[in-house]
């Protein structure tokens, strides 16, 4: 007999755990099935070196920003482990000497920072600062709006159009131009507006390409640097940028222990194969041992291409569907490098290898925004970045749960391998290129390569095959123009429902993934939730129509 339950929730990454935690909360029996030996995906804390298990890394993701307060409230996440140390300045040493910082919250220091380089460029700073929170203030609130269907004519998706465009009367012709430029700008041009010196450029431009596949000077990176700037959704004041205790994994148990509270099962080693339909409605799962598994409501989080053509197949999707997810943009050409330090690097511009300011925030490589297209250009041109940039962190300038004490770990997220590495391993190729990133940090601070205990490369391919990101996408599909709000994961198709009924789409590919946010999960749930309220007071309403009949008659 096949097992029966109200909801199944597939992957066990932290989406597929919140919108597990919200179906069980509100009364649904749910289990969670996750292929791999543990939970929480790409939001995971792993040893990886079996001769060094007091080693634990944030192996893929490696700072928070996006969680809204209502999911960390509703969950009572802190209770849960749920602990966030913000981030310290953004830090980049510069080859040719000295270094700058900036401040999230610190407009003073900030100041003296950047006037080293540009006094016009500090002066700038804190009007950029103003227009970019100007802009967060309206595109925040948007992370957590339901997309509406915009071109269908059905009544209900007029309403909800209109609706949006009712809650955005307030906006102005400026406010509406600056949108307009920050969607379909560069983000190199969109900082050629406001600042001169190439080491502030060069800075501010990292949050531009993180994850993307397209360097600085392609239109649509300056919106990829607002996604990841926004610093509320419209439910309350997000953190700055901070790091989990006990690394990203910590953030996904914390939802799992939620989750286990409200009654959720979770069953690891458990890949699903197929998604069961009938009469184009979702009735259960077959896993890939033969196991079969029923329920009315499912929802996956899986990438878009697994979850629909694989899983549900096209036979069961209307054909522009499966079009849209078929050229669905999922390159990135990103290489994670997790080390073991034995000293925190000592830098030439800012020495000692005592925990200082610069330690505790972001530690780049990324001096210049031709730095970082050249590294895009090799990659494009079918070769590995020769130098490639990274947006380095060490967590264990707070965390101490992480490795022994006096010791360190620092997580390198570098860019760019050619988008198809994801195809093959690469590893002697992936092994070049790593001991060229850390040369770079050698450059600047020239204790850094003796420092190295042990290393961990992550590259494409064991993105794909290990943790089904596929093309190496951490986002399971680009954030390019064309693939956000309506049109993630395709048009018609963004309000978490899918073209079968009682599949939902929770993953990172639906509107306002990626990212370790959990609103996806959370929507999928509420959609969910909202249909089963549906059809129940449906059901109610038929019956009370038959009581009525029968006492009438
Ligand atoms: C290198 C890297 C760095 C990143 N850095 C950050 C960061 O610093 N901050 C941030 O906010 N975001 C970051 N991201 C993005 C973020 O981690 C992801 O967007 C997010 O974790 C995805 O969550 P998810 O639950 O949607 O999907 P996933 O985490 O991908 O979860 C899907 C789950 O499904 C499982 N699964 C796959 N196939 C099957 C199957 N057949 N049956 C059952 N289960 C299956 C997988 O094992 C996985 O556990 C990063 C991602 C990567 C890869």
């Known amino acids: 007999m096949a097992a029966t339950y109200d909801a199944i929730v597939i992957g066990g990454g932290h989406n597929g755990l919140v919108a597990a935690a919200y179906l069980a909360r509100a009364g649904a029996k749910t289990v969670v099935l996750e292929s791999r030996f543990k939970t929480g995906g790409a939001a995971t804390t792993e040893a990886p070196w079996p001769d060094a298990p007091e080693f634990r890394v944030t192996r893929l993701s490696y700072v928070m920003s996006l969680m809204p307060p209502t999911i960390i409230n509703d969950l009572k996440l802190a209770s849960h482990g749920y602990k966030i140390y913000p981030m310290g300045p953004y830090y980049q040493a510069f080859p040719e000497g000295g270094s700058i910082k900036l401040y999230a919250d610190d407009a003073q220091r900030n100041y003296e920072s950047v006037a080293r380089w540009s006094k016009k460029d500090a002066d700038a700073m804190p009007r950029w600062d103003a227009w970019l929170a ?150 259960g799962v077959a896993l890939e041992n033969g196991d079969e598994l029923l329920a009315s409501t499912i929802v996956t989080t899986l990438h878009p291409r697994t979850a629909f053509l ?38 030439t511009a800012d020495p000692g290898s005592d925990l200082q300011d610069h330690h505790s925030g972001s530690v780049e490589m990324a001096p210049s925004m031709e730095f970082i297209e050249r590294a895009f250009q090799d990659a494009r041109e079918g070769r590995p970045a020769l130098r490639p940039f990274s947006d380095g962190v060490i967590p264990t300038a707070f965390d101490q749960t992480l490795c022994p004490e006096g010791t360190h770990i620092m997580s390198l997220f570098t860019q760019w391998v050619p988008s198809d590495w994801s195809l093959e391993p690469h590893t002697s190729e992936l092994e070049a290129y790593a001991d060229r990133m850390i040369e770079l940090y050698d450059e600047v601070a020239p204790n850094f390569k003796a420092s190295i205990l042990h290393r961990d490369i992550v590259g494409p391919y064991q993105m794909e095959q290990e943790y089904g990101l596929i093309g190496g996408n951490i986002f399971h599909g680009e954030l390019s123009l ?49 249909d089963r309220r549906a059809v129940i007071s449906g059901r109610a309403l038929v019956a009370a129509r038959i009581r009525k009949a029968a006492r009438q008659a």
């Open 310 to 347: 694989d899983q549900v197949g096209e036979e069961n999707l209307p054909a522009d569907f499966t079009r849209d997810i078929r050229i669905w943009k999922t390159r990135s050409g990103v290489v994670k490098i997790n080390l073991a330090l034995s000293e925190l690097p000592n830098f």
């Open 134 to 283: 100007g802009l967060a203030d309206v595109l925040g609130p948007m992370l957590l709006t339901v997309p509406p269907n915009i071109g269908s004519r059905k009544p209900h998706d007029l309403k909800e159009t209109l609706k949006l465009a009712w809650r955005n009367r307030g906006l102005d012709v400026r406010t509406i131009a600056d949108v307009t430029r920050l969607m379909t700008m560069s983000i190199a041009d969109l900082l050629d507006d406001w600042f001169e010196s190439s080491q502030v450029k060069g800075a501010l431009a990292v949050n531009g390409v993180i994850g993307t596949w397209a360097g600085p000077y392609e239109p649509g990176t300056a919106y990829v640097m607002a996604h990841h700037s926004i610093g509320d959704v419209g439910d309350g004041h997000l953190g700055n940028w901070g790091f989990q205790e006990g690394g990203m994994g910590a953030v996904s148990d914390a939802i799992e222990a939620a989750a286990r509270g409200f009654g959720v099962e979770v069953r690891v080693n458990s890949p699903v194969a197929r998604v069961l339909t009938q009469d184009g409605r979702a009735v």
């Open 482 to 530: 064309e693939q956000l709000f309506h049109m993630r994961p395709a048009p018609g198709y963004a309000d978490y429902r899918t073209p079968i009924a009682g599949l939902y789409n929770g993953s990172s590919a639906a509107h306002a993934g990626g990212g370790v946010c959990g609103i996806p999960g959370w929507q999928a749930a509420r959609a969910a939730m909202a």
